[in-house]
Each structure stands twice: as C-alpha cells, then as structure tokens.
C-alpha cells in the first residue's frame, strides 16, 4: 500500500497500554493475584513488565511455569477476571493525555484505539478514565482477527472509522506498533513515555518519535511534505 503524506491525516489510532494509560500496576498486581492462587510464588514487577510482549494466555503460561494452550487461557481468563476487578481503581491515563485526545477531536480527527489486550478491559478503563467518548471504537485481542504486528486491527479500525489509512496515524509504543502501523500503510508515531527507553524506540522504524503527550498534535499534523520520515520530536523547553 502507498502511503500519500502529502495528504493531511483525518483519523488517529492509538495503542492503549503504555501510550494512552499507565497500566502497570494493574498488570503487576493481577498477574501475582493468580499466581498466588495456583500456589506460585509472586513475580518481581520487571519480570512480569518484560513479560509483556508476549499475548496474555502465553504470558502467564511463562509466569506460571504452564505449558498446556487450554491451561493458558484459564490462567488468561483468571488474570483478566482480576484486572477487571482492580483496573479501574489503579490504572492512570499519562499526565497530558486528556488534553491531547481531546485537542484532536477539537482539531477534527477521529480517534480508535487497537490494543493486544483484551478490548472488554480496555473499555472498561477508558470509561472509567472519561476517555471512551473520544474513540470511534476500542478493540482488543477478541475483536479483531489477528493480534499486532498484524496490521487487521488498524485497518479494522480504518474500517469502522471510514477512513482511508493512507490517512491514519498510528500512535504507539512498541516495535509491533511501529509494524502494524506501516504494514496497514499508516504514517506511525512512536511515543517515549511507555515501557521501552528512547534509545530502544529509535530503532523500531517509527516515523516520528514523541516525548510529551503535548506534542502529539505537532507530531501528527507534521509530516514531511516529501514523503520522508518527519524528523524526531523531543521536548521544547519550558
């Protein structure tokens, strides 16, 4: 697919965990949760934290020393049974990001988020953090067919939203972000607030990289006219 950044975006998708919500503490205390059910030792927050690339189910299989793909998703169920239950009360959207998602919808854009975590749990949060009416839709693992690097969650959500993803923006944190970004033709913005360090997002093949959520706005709008990758963004001074 061609992308054509000449032409200004009319949509933007979002990552949820470690872009637009600080979830860590739900993934921590959920995870040790069933692993102190099934009579495993709790986790450090790094070991759990690294974990996190993996999907869910394969995740706490490696957490809790389960091989069995049916065992897995029992261990999945439970966890998500858990963070549904403590969610709400731990999970925090980054310091500026209301603000930003609610500049863009003023500025026009429509907005979705595509997440590999579960969308029930994902709404269930963005509710609870007065975001949810912002998005178009909010998907997850069992809404869309294949998990991120695949790009059929943002064109899913390209989709819904009627836009051409020639003209999204994909807005995330990780090297499957930056992936499913460009493999859906989206121009891609990394943001430095999430899991991985700065110099870990520079090699990851965003377009542009972010490190306040108050320059979103710039980032997406920019674009260079020539069709080459806008150039990395870092803070302005106060």
């Known amino acids: 697919m061609i ?8 949509a933007v998708i979002f990552d949820h965990d470690g872009t637009l919500v600080d979830s860590l503490a739900v993934v921590v205390a959920a995870t040790n949760d069933v692993l102190r059910a099934h009579g495993v030792a709790e986790l450090p927050p790094r070991t759990i934290i690294a974990g996190m690339v993996m999907p869910t189910a394969e995740r706490m299989g490696l957490h809790a020393g389960v091989g069995a793909a049916a065992e ?16 709400p009360g731990l999970a925090r959207a980054y310091a500026g ?5 609610g500049a863009l919808r003023s500025h026009g854009l429509l907005q979705a988020v595509v997440s590999n975590n579960e969308g029930r749990f994902v709404r269930t949060v963005l509710t609870a953090l007065d975001l ?18 695949d790009p059929s969650g943002p064109l899913a959500a390209a989709r819904v939203m009627g836009v051409d993803p020639r003209r999204c923006v994909y807005v995330g944190d990780s090297g499957g972000d930056a992936l499913a970004g460009r493999a859906a033709g989206m121009r891609t913005i990394g943001v430095t607030w999430g899991i991985l360090a700065r110099a870990e997002m520079e090699g990851l093949g965003f377009d542009a990289l972010v490190d306040r959520p108050q320059d979103l706005i710039a980032a997406i709008m920019e674009g260079d006219r020539d069709g080459a990758p806008s150039s990395v963004l870092r803070p302005r001074s106060p």
């Open 3 to 10: 992308r054509h950044p000449s032409m200004p975006p009319l």
């Open 72 to 87: 897995q998703r029992v261990l999945a169920c439970e966890y998500y049974l858990s963070a549904h239950r403590i969610g």
């Open 97 to 101: 990001i209301p603000e930003a998602v």
């Open 132 to 149: 949810s009416e912002h998005f178009a839709c909010m998907y997850g693992e069992e809404d869309i067919p294949a998990l991120k690097p």
